[in-house]
Nanobody
Framework: QVQLVESGGGLVQVGDSLRLSCAAS????????MGWFRQAPGKEREFVAA????????YEADSVKGRFTMSRDNAKNTVYLQMNSLKAEDTAVYYC????????????????????WGQGTQVTVSS
């Protein structure tokens, strides 16, 4: 069982930066690949970024590539999403999720592939 708790959301201006964190419980965090998803009002949840269990490989959606960076610290059981050059369309609830490995990296963009989800953190980008 893995419990995930997101933090770091808030209200920012267009062009600002924000870093989200997702803290995981349990002693087997390094056995999980991790992902970030987001859901904007009235829209379906969409993939944002993912990282392999060891942290050596990341995968970002085209909409955030070059602006968002996902990383992890297995010693702290935490993943991060560094968001730069934020746009109004980045406004959403952001969720982290955990997927037991082994897993093909390309699968990590699929919501139903994940085993555990956090409750989400709101990010609002004001213009």
């Amino acid at each position: 069982q893995v419990q995930l708790v997101e933090s770091g959301g808030g209200l920012v201006q267009v062009g600002d930066s924000l870093r989200l964190s997702c803290a995981a419980s349990g002693r087997t965090f390094s056995a999980y690949a991790m992902g970030w998803f987001r859901q904007a009002p009235g829209k379906e949840r969409e993939f944002v970024a993912a990282v392999s269990s060891g942290g050596g490989t990341t995968y970002e959606a085209d909409s955030v590539k070059g602006r968002f960076t996902m990383s992890r610290d297995n010693a702290k059981n935490t993943v991060y999403l560094q968001m730069n050059s934020l746009k109004a369309e980045d406004t959403a609830v952001y969720y982290c999720a955990a997927k037991r490995t082994p897993v093909v990296l390309n699968v990590l963009k699929i919501q139903r592939a994940y085993d555990y989800w956090g409750q989400g953190t709101q990010v609002t980008v004001s213009s």
